[in-house]
């Protein structure tokens, strides 16, 4: 028995035309061939079509360059609003690419977030919540150029992220090699963060989230000086120890929404000129007898609300780790990784 299908009305992924019609009225085509210069490179002419090739195939599912010829069956192509090239084409683009041309992408990155911002997605004059993380992206090759072992003993990359909380939108991303310490980059990277999230119209207050990991003094001078809030976890070194152990026991006052298998109690001191507020905690489960007594967790801030306020919102920093997930499963599933043997679009 043979099968044969051939209808050329069929549209195979219909849902492309959500994100066809979106990327059109924000002119991301015209957008990238006018920021995206590849000189005299072979693959130069009309960057615009091949990138949004690209970026509808990763939208359809595609694991290779050679899966981005899905939307070149039936009338795919028609509602995407950008001719479809061909996968040959596409190999001979990314090839192409530098670091400094990545960092064009990176403009277009942030001139489409404006454009997405004023149309309505933004937080207009809401306050907007950063969260700023960095995630080991396991590879497959020792060869792949960047990946090292870090702190977490695997081979792959080591990129910084920041995140919207209310939405989960990617704000900014930077990758950096494998072994690069978490703080590397970051204040220059935070920089760019600030100014591009301004530019697109985030003109309310701005809270800046992240964990211990980020804990850099620069850091905090350079956002008090931008009038950004922050809440950032301090790592517990020997003074921050001191500083906490000088907290009266008087002073911990009971977190009321935390579960019934253990206590918590939080309070706050100072740590040089910054607020630092505390969070101690123990369970009352069977395995709560290996950590008898209290466990400390810290951050600093220069926020001057209520102490439960505060502390409960640097706790839902934790949903950073949700749009990661997101991430590696939707535009990093194409990423090359320790389970993927072809080279994919976004490699």
Same mark, same amino acid.
């Given at each position: 028995m043979q099968v044969r299908f051939d209808d050329s009305r069929s549209v195979a992924d219909a849902g492309l035309i959500l994100a066809g019609t979106s990327a059109e009225r924000l002119g991301l085509e015209r957008l990238i061939n006018r920021w995206v210069d590849l000189g005299r490179r072979r693959g130069a002419f009309r960057p615009g079509r091949k990138v949004m090739t690209l970026v509808n195939a990763i939208l359809a599912g595609a694991d290779s360059i050679e899966d981005c010829d899905l939307l070149r069956s039936g009338s795919t192509g028609k509602? %995407?609003?950008?001719?479809?090239?061909?996968?040959?084409?596409?190999?001979?683009? !990314?090839?192409?690419?530098?670091?400094?041309?990545?960092?064009?992408? &990176?403009?277009?990155?942030? +001139? *489409?977030? *404006?454009?997405?911002?004023? *149309?309505?997605?933004?937080?207009?004059?809401?306050?907007?919540? #950063? &969260?700023?993380?960095?995630?080991?992206? +396991?590879?497959?090759?020792? %060869?792949?150029?960047?990946?090292?072992?870090?702190?977490?003993?695997?081979?792959?990359?080591?990129?910084? !992220?920041?995140s919207r909380a209310e939405t989960g939108e990617v704000l900014h991303v930077r990758n950096r090699k494998g072994s690069a310490n978490t703080q590397r980059g970051l204040i220059r990277f935070t920089q760019e963060l600030i100014a591009r999230?301004?530019?697109?119209?985030?003109?309310? +207050? #701005?809270? !800046?989230?992240? &964990?211990?990991?980020?804990?850099?003094?620069?850091?905090?001078?350079?956002?008090r000086c931008e009038g950004v809030a922050y809440s950032i976890g301090v790592k517990l070194h020997k003074h921050v120890r001191e500083a906490i152990e000088a907290i009266g026991q008087d002073a911990w006052a009971p977190l009321a929404d935390y579960p019934d298998t253990g206590e918590a109690q939080i309070a706050e001191t100072t740590l040089g000129s910054e607020r630092l507020i505390v969070r101690r905690v123990r369970t009352f489960e069977a395995q709560g007898e290996l950590y008898p007594d209290w466990r400390y967790f810290a951050f600093a801030t220069n926020r001057a609300e209520a102490i439960e306020l505060v502390e409960a919102e640097h706790r839902d920093h934790a949903v950073v780790e949700i749009h990661i997930s997101d991430l590696? &499963?939707?535009? !990093?599933?194409?990423?090359?990784r320790a389970t993927s043997a072809p080279t994919p679009p976004g490699a």
């Open positions: 509602v %995407l609003g950008h001719r479809v090239m061909a996968p040959s084409t596409l190999g001979t683009f !990314l090839r192409a690419f530098t670091f400094g041309h990545v960092r064009q992408l &990176d403009r277009v990155l942030g +001139e *489409a977030l *404006a454009r997405a911002w004023r *149309a309505g997605a933004g937080p207009g004059s809401a306050r907007l919540v #950063i &969260d700023v993380d960095s995630f080991v992206g +396991e590879v497959h090759g020792r %060869l792949k150029q960047g990946a090292a072992y870090g702190y977490t003993k695997v081979l792959g990359y080591h990129p910084l !992220l920041a999230v301004r530019r697109a119209g985030a003109g309310a +207050e #701005i809270l !800046l989230r992240a &964990d211990s990991g980020f804990w850099n003094a620069k850091l905090f001078a350079w956002l590696k &499963d939707g535009a !990093l599933a194409t990423s090359p």
